[in-house]
Nanobody
Framework: QLKLVESGGGLVQPGGSLRLSCAAS????????IGWFRQAPGKEREREGV????????????YYADAVKGRFTISRDNAKNTVYLQMDSLKPEDTAIYFC?????????????????????WGQGTLVTVSS
């Protein structure tokens, strides 16, 4: 079964950038869509859908939540079995633990509130803090 490991979090000033990585092991990740969720401080029971990238074979466009459109870019490197989330123009409200998760198939599915409850394979998370 695929396992996921996130990295790349840290402390950054408002307006700064970070690139998160989600490395898959235990198999080839390109057959499945992979999404990013985030959990803000004090909201342990809620993970917000941030972005998703479908399997390369689908040719689908990535999904972005309205809150991050134009600032975040998702990509995947199949040779490295890794999905990236480039985060630019970061704001204090982007502060959260960021998790990657396998989607249900090759296409990005639901990323509305509560959708995270139906994901079964997660990484351990990486903390992003945006503060001056």
């Amino acid at each position: 079964q695929l396992k996921l490991v996130e990295s790349g979090g840290g402390l950054v000033q408002p307006g700064g950038s970070l690139r998160l990585s989600c490395a898959a092991s235990g198999g080839t990740a390109d057959f499945v869509a992979i999404g990013w969720f985030r959990q803000a401080p004090g909201k342990e029971r809620e993970r917000e859908g941030v972005s998703c990238i479908s399997s390369t074979s689908t040719g689908d466009s990535p999904y972005y939540a309205d809150a991050v459109k134009g600032r975040f870019t998702i990509s995947r490197d199949n040779a490295k079995n890794t999905v990236y989330l480039q985060m630019d123009s970061l704001k204090p409200e982007d502060t959260a633990i960021y998790f990657c998760a396998l989607d249900e198939g090759p296409y990005c599915s639901d990323y509305s509130p509560g959708a995270w409850l139906y994901r079964t394979v997660w990484g351990q998370g990486t903390l992003v803090t945006v503060s001056s």
